[in-house]
């Protein structure tokens, strides 16, 4: 598998950044850091392309891995050896996050595939399906984590309404229409301001207010009182996968 393309650099680019890695070979941190402050999008393109998905500074782990890859890269590259340095650092940057998403998945891997194995520009053996399968796991990791996040946080929501997660899944409506329709009446509160902002102060609905917006009776309302707070929380809060349950 080649290396993805990166944005071509000017002659006089190279240059200067051949100059900036001799400097640090020299001990001189200034050109160092320099090196890391100008390859940031750098950093931040490899770890995507290697993850293939689109990596934040600041907000994602693996482009902390990218960046003390790319120092890793600085370190050992060898000036004599003719070589792209953006390419040789490249590669590190796949190699460690192949290991950081390997460390991740530790005690969930497969067997690797021998059959999928190739080498790297150094000779090293990677196996492209084995890399595929920790990412795809990883993601699915990340993905468990922020659902489980969500729900804590809407759980917590919800005892300020006094309302606990397992009597909300004994009360949600068992038939599909009786469902659609305790939904319609929440999403018709949030969607006026003064309805909304009554539920989070008061924490109760505004019943009589309510029922000027909607074409559900108030007995109905009443008895499903408790879910439609609840879905109403879930589309007023930050809770996108939550929501997917109920749009």
């Known amino acids: ?30 050109a160092r ?20 998905r689109y990596i934040r500074r600041g907000q994602d782990d ?7 890859a790319f120092n890793e890269a600085i370190e050992r590259y060898d000036l004599d050896r003719g070589t792209s340095f953006l390419a040789f650092a490249d590669t590190v940057i796949k190699r460690r996050l192949i290991d950081y998403f390997r460390s991740k998945q530790a005690n969930r891997r497969d067997l690797p595939f021998s059959d999928f194995e190739v080498e790297d520009e150094e000779d090293n053996v990677i196996n ?38 397992e009597e909300l899944v004994d009360i949600s409506p068992k038939h599909q ?8 009446v929440a999403k018709a509160l949030v969607s006026q ?15 009589k207010a309510l029922m000027n ?3 559900v009776s108030r007995k109905t309302i009443e008895r499903q009182r408790k879910y439609i707070i609840a879905v109403s ?15």
């Open 193 to 207: 301001p003064e309805l909304r902002d009554y539920l989070i102060t008061k924490k109760s609905l505004p019943l």
């Open 33 to 52: 850091n320099q090196i890391l402050r100008d390859y940031i999008p750098f950093v931040a393109k490899s770890a995507s392309q290697a993850t293939g």
């Open 177 to 184: 229409d009786a469902r659609e329709n305790a939904i319609d």
């Open 233 to 247: 929380l879930i589309l007023i809060g930050d809770f996108d996968m939550l929501q997917d349950y109920i749009t």
């Open 62 to 68: 693996e482009f902390s891995v990218a960046l003390t």
């Open 1 to 30: 598998m080649g290396i993805l393309p990166f944005r071509r650099k000017k002659a006089d680019e190279t240059t200067d950044l051949h100059q900036l890695l001799t400097r640090t070979r020299s001990g001189d941190e200034e």
């Open 213 to 215: 917006h909607v074409a």
């Open 128 to 165: 492209y399906v084995e890399v595929q399968k920790s990412v795809e796991l990883h993601h699915k990791q990340v993905e468990s984590d922020a659902r489980r996040e969500e729900i804590m946080r809407f759980t917590m929501m919800l005892s300020d309404f006094e309302i606990s997660m």
